[in-house]
Nanobody, 129 residues
Framework: VEQLTESGGGSVQAGGSLRLTCTAS????????MAWFRQAPGKEREGVAA????????AYADSVKGRFTISQDAATHTLYLQMNSLTPEDTAIYYC??????????????????????WGRGTQVIVSS
């Protein structure tokens, strides 16, 4: 299981921006895919954005397309989520996830929590109106 540590959460007003960071351990070189998920109070954990660690494929939830950008720095085993134009509906705990296997089901599969075995502890994002 890969060790993941998120940071960068906080409180921001609607329309603002935050950048989340996820740092992976040294085994990150073998990762196939990494992703960001979020869980709002009383709701299921949902996939937000994902990418193949080797590059090439990205996936975004419809609710964040055009506002959020997932990226990575392979040299430092770091995953980012740039979040712009935040709304109160983006308020949630955001989790970093990783897998050593190729997620099944193409782009939609990259956003399914069942495809990921390694999880961080989460970072809280609060967006006020």
């Amino acid at each position: 299981v890969e060790q993941l540590t998120e940071s960068g959460g906080g409180s921001v007003q609607a329309g603002g921006s935050l950048r989340l960071t996820c740092t992976a351990s040294a085994y990150a070189l073998s990762l196939y895919a990494m992703a960001w998920f979020r869980q709002a109070p009383g709701k299921e954990r949902e996939g937000v954005a994902a990418l193949y660690s080797g590059g090439g494929r990205l996936a975004y939830a419809d609710s964040v397309k055009g506002r959020f950008t997932i990226s990575q720095d392979a040299a430092t085993h770091t995953l980012y989520l740039q979040m712009n134009s935040l709304t109160p509906e983006d308020t949630a705990i955001y989790y970093c996830a990783a897998t050593f296997l190729q997620p099944r089901g193409g782009a939609p599969g990259m956003l399914r929590r069942e495809e990921y075995k390694s999880w961080g502890r989460g970072t809280q994002v609060i967006v006020s109106s």
